[in-house]
């Protein structure tokens, strides 16, 4: 349940709308759009504001600059691909705030219109959530829309400082991406199961503590799983490791068990002499990791495990992959089970930045009820965290 309130709950008829969108894209060498997602998201939401005869004033960040103009940072860019999908003219300014374009706003800006301002983050105010810069971004409109999830776990100007000055609702995308993750965390069908992947168990341990409270099944791949096999007594080899977590590891395993749910760890595991792509690699038992040799992702049985488990699922989250997915050699694991979830018959959810690059890669998007924009966002939502961008706004 929403309980905030949205574009359809004001009146936005010939108001003057400030939209902070998630246009952090990213860029070749030539500073053009390699993938327009985060901007193709933002559309449904300008659309309604289109169509309500609002003037749209459009702020977002790119990449991390460093409290200052950085030319490869340049919002342009994003203007001319927002151009091209919507097919009308956005005005780019190149500066975040300034009196010229408050003038241009009130004084020749047209209903039904769209400007860019310039990256927020050339503004050392932005990340500090300065008052004085919120306020002057406010100054701008009459209604302030937020529609950047990937940036509500931000306490930034354009997040939470404006809503502080201007009445504050949510755009389609933070309700879509809220209602789809709090239903995970309130309401899921069952059996409920969460995959989990990526390096480092320090990035999952809220969310592993979280989810213990709320799965029936818990799934984890990829390098966080040489700490909880190294916390078991198990030789790694080389394998990545934080040896700082282990007691914790030992502890979620407790956890798991304590609340009975079932939690998958791997029973085989690719390694391989040295980290790369054309390095020498088999398949070993968990108990037969050579010393020297480094873990490259989860082995053959546990795939087929990990498979057979997802397909009881009524509800799935993942995020992260199960091994190193960048290298074809070592991707098989992901792809088996990423293909396993996206055609499952159950509420799929999957977010992270390396979990959407497989999806992408190798073509998972299948039956996804939902794929998060948002990676921190999203974890911190299921952690059970309030996000700044969220409490920001006006209640129902």
């Given at each position: 349940m929403f309980n905030k309130k949205t574009i359809e709950d004001v009146d936005l008829k010939g108001k003057k709308v400030l939209v902070r969108v998630d246009y952090n894209v990213p860029l070749d060498?030539?500073?053009?759009v390699t993938d327009n997602t985060r901007i193709k998201l933002s559309i449904p939401t300008l659309q309604y504001l289109l169509k309500q005869d609002a003037k749209i004033i459009l702020m977002s960040h790119l990449g991390r600059p460093k409290d200052a103009v950085d030319e490869k940072y340049r919002l342009t860019p994003a203007?001319?691909?927002l151009e091209k999908i919507m097919g009308i003219k956005v005005k780019k300014f190149d500066e975040t705030y300034s009196d010229e374009i408050r003038d241009y706003i009130d004084k020749e800006m047209k209903?039904?219109?769209?400007?860019?301002l310039e990256n927020l983050r050339f503004n050392a105010g932005e990340k500090k959530n300065d008052t004085a810069f919120a306020e002057k971004l406010a100054s701008l409109a009459d209604i302030y829309v937020d529609d950047a999830f990937g940036a509500a776990h931000r306490a930034h100007a354009s997040i939470a400082g404006v809503a502080k000055f201007l009445p504050a609702v949510a755009g389609y995308l933070l309700k879509k991406e809220v209602e789809a993750l709090g239903a995970l965390l309130e309401s899921p069908a069952r059996p409920f199961i969460a995959v989990l992947g990526g390096s480092k168990v320090s990035d999952k341990i809220l969310v592993i503590a979280n989810l213990l409270n709320k799965v029936d099944s818990l799934i984890l791949g990829g390098g966080m799983t040489y700490t909880f096999l190294k916390a078991q007594g198990y030789e790694i080899g080389k394998s990545i490791c934080e040896d700082e977590q282990l007691q914790y590891a030992l502890d979620m395993i407790g956890q798991a068990k304590k609340n009975g749910v079932k939690l998958?760890?791997?029973v085989?595991?690719?390694v391989a002499e040295e980290f790369g792509e054309n390095s020498e690699s088999k398949n070993v038992d968990i108990s037969s990791i050579p010393p020297g040799w480094e873990g490259m992702g989860i082995g053959e049985k546990t795939t087929e495990l990990y498979v057979n488990e997802i397909k009881s699922a009524r509800t799935i989250f993942?995020?992260?992959?199960m091994g190193v997915f960048e290298f074809d050699k070592f991707s098989g694991s992901t792809v088996a089970v990423g293909k396993a979830i996206s055609e499952s018959d159950a509420v799929t959810v999957a977010g992270g930045g390396d979990t959407l690059?497989?999806?992408k890669k190798y073509s998972?998007?299948?039956k996804f009820t939902h794929i998060s924009s948002g990676g921190g966002a999203s974890m911190e939502f299921l952690e059970g965290k309030t996000l700044p961008g969220v409490a920001a706004l006006l209640d129902k």
């Open positions: 060498s030539g500073f053009n203007a001319k691909e209903p039904g219109e769209i400007i860019m998958l760890l791997p085989d595991i690719v993942w995020n992260g992959p690059a497989a999806i998972l998007s299948g």
